[in-house]
């Protein structure tokens, strides 16, 4: 679980707001692993399991949000430095629905072959390939607009 701590951090940041709640999902999920052990089968598949759980408990976290009412105050909201690199890849992450970012994350974030992510999210191979294929395109198309224009002309 330890060896893990890094890419759940980074799936979990990957696929939440803020850091408050990747670091909830992640605890929730090492609970979650520690009591359900027993139901691994086998522990060559710790990893994809794991993985399993902390974007099990990821939606549910963004679907507790999406459930909240917000009120007209304006919180005081704590300013973070974050680096170039960190806030182009969250901003072209934010662009994209959630099924696309989840396997973008899982391919290029946690590195899984794309038939790891399949047996994760229990669908096809083929969907996998699909949904790369069309975050792709969706941020290209957000980040070259006149490049993605003349290849259609």
Known sequence: ??????NMYKA?????????????AISETILTCW???DQLREERYFRTWMTRI???KCNDIRNKKENLFFTDETPEVEVK???YSDLEWNEA?????????TVIVLYYVEGFKMSEIAEILDIPEAT???????ARKKMAEEYY????RRRLI
């Open 81 to 83: 430095e974050e680096g």
């Open 54 to 56: 902390l974007i099990n």
């Open 128 to 134: 996998v390939r699909t949904r790369i294929a069309r």
């Open 1 to 6: 679980m330890q060896s893990q701590m890094q």
């Open 12 to 24: 979990a940041r990957s696929l939440l707001s803020n850091q408050e709640d990747a670091a909830d």
């Open 145 to 148: 607009p006149e490049a993605e």
């Open 93 to 101: 992450l934010g662009i994209l629905d959630e099924k696309y970012r």
């Open 35 to 37: 009591e359900k052990i």
